[in-house]
């Protein structure tokens, strides 16, 4: 029986460590390669970023109403304005949905919503 704890115990330490290593090495990658600091990491989350609001079903989803008007920067450190609206349902907002020009619609995810890109 002691043996048993001990190989769970083992193989339980092992899988705790290797996802910290991931999370510290992800962590240290997008540092240096786009110079966003641990502490900032919050903003990155859904949720907290007020363009997505957490949801029991989906995991997150656009925040209905939702407009911002804040500064971002480049990974080259250039400053940037970004105009990010999102209509009743949560969809970005756009040009004249009754114009004659084709149209076209995007499904994704937290990729093609795209919330560090002005509308």
């Known amino acids: 029986m002691t ?5 769970t115990a083992l193989l339980a ?32 989350l859904a949720g907290n970023f007020g363009a997505t609001t957490l949801d029991v079903e989906l995991g997150w989803k656009a925040t209905e109403n939702y407009r911002a008007w804040r500064k971002e920067r480049s990974k080259k450190g250039i400053s940037y304005s970004v105009e990010l609206s999102q209509n009743e349902y949560g969809f970005r907002m756009f ?25």
């Open 3 to 7: 043996e048993y704890f001990i190989r």
């Open 13 to 44: 330490s092992a899988v705790a460590f290797f996802c910290l290593l991931g999370e510290v090495s992800i962590r240290i990658y997008y540092w240096s390669t786009d110079g966003i600091p641990i502490t900032e990491w919050h903003r990155f």
């Open 95 to 119: 040009g004249d949905i009754s114009s004659s020009r084709p149209k076209v619609m995007v499904i994704g995810d937290s990729f093609t919503h795209a919330r560090e890109v002005s509308d």
